[in-house]
């Protein structure tokens, strides 16, 4: 594969240190200079992999869109605010998009575990659900896009935890932890998801981005749970339309 990374930070070097060391090639773009990126910066390259920050999305998405890149996997977060006009890029540009809060493979299995426990506590009111996240002290996002990604699947099985407060820490180097708990008043059970480093996300981010390239994707935001299911579940046929 010929990847474009868009963002130079601790992420989208761990991308590129993965890809080159299973023999792909990755070109990793910085802050522009300019407005955004020239679209000449995104010739020949068949993937973009966008892992900037969360402002610069779209305007990275436009700019790959006009240098002829047609996939893309999205690994950056908090860019909700830019979502409508993503929509739009990706369908005028006919893109093939993969996007995730995360896109750990681990996070992803994850997120399923926690939304069985939830429907199964559902059941038993005397446990009551909580989640808290940590990260490190520089991330921007607060909570985090995971962290709200698990609400939510907890509020979908849990009617109770519609307005499940989440508790954010930020301090020292940790790249990531998220703890789901259900409480009673005479024990407690804890699913926890502890990232060690970025190289799971980097694994995640390829993984989105051979599923793009394995055959012909519909054009349109594909969630990470499809690349999963391919690379799991091969017997189970997702529709992608």
Same mark, same amino acid.
């Given at each position: ?18 890809? *080159? ?35 610069? /999305? ?14 893309? /996997? ?44 939830? #429907?199964?506590?559902?059941? @038993? ?41 989440? &508790? ?10 998220? /703890? ?21 996300? &980097?694994?995640?981010?390829?993984? &989105? ?9 519909? @054009?349109?935001?594909?969630?990470? #749970? *499809? ?15």
């Amino acid at each position: 594969m010929d990847l474009v990374i868009c963002g130079d930070g601790r992420l989208g070097w761990a991308i590129a240190a993965a890809a *080159h060391a299973r023999g792909d090639r990755a070109r990793v773009l910085g802050r522009p200079g300019t407005r955004r990126h020239d679209a000449a910066s995104f010739a020949r390259a068949e993937v973009l992999i966008e892992a900037s920050r969360a402002e610069a /999305v779209a305007d990275n998405v436009a700019a790959a869109v006009e240098g002829g890149i047609r996939r893309v /996997v999205i690994a950056t977060t908090g860019w909700e605010a830019q979502a409508g006009r993503v929509e739009d890029l990706v369908a005028s540009g006919q893109l093939a998009t993969v996007a995730a809060a995360n896109l750990s493979i681990g996070a992803a299995i994850f997120g399923r575990l926690v939304e069985r426990a939830a #429907e199964d506590f559902a059941a @038993a009111p005397e446990f009551e659900p909580y989640l808290w996240e940590w990260h490190r002290r520089g991330k921007a996002d607060r909570p985090s896009g995971t962290a709200r990604e698990l609400a939510r699947r907890i509020a979908e099985a849990d009617p109770r935890a519609e307005d499940l407060e989440i &508790a954010s820490v930020r301090a020292g180097a940790s790249p990531g932890v998220h /703890v789901v708990g259900f409480d009673a008043p005479g024990e407690t059970v804890e699913l926890r998801l502890t990232a060690r480093d970025r190289s799971a996300y &980097a694994a995640g981010a390829l993984a &989105a981005a051979d599923w793009l390239m394995a055959e012909p994707r519909p @054009a349109g935001l594909h969630p990470f #749970e *499809h690349v999963i299911d391919a690379l799991y579940r091969p017997d189970v046929r997702v529709a992608v339309a």
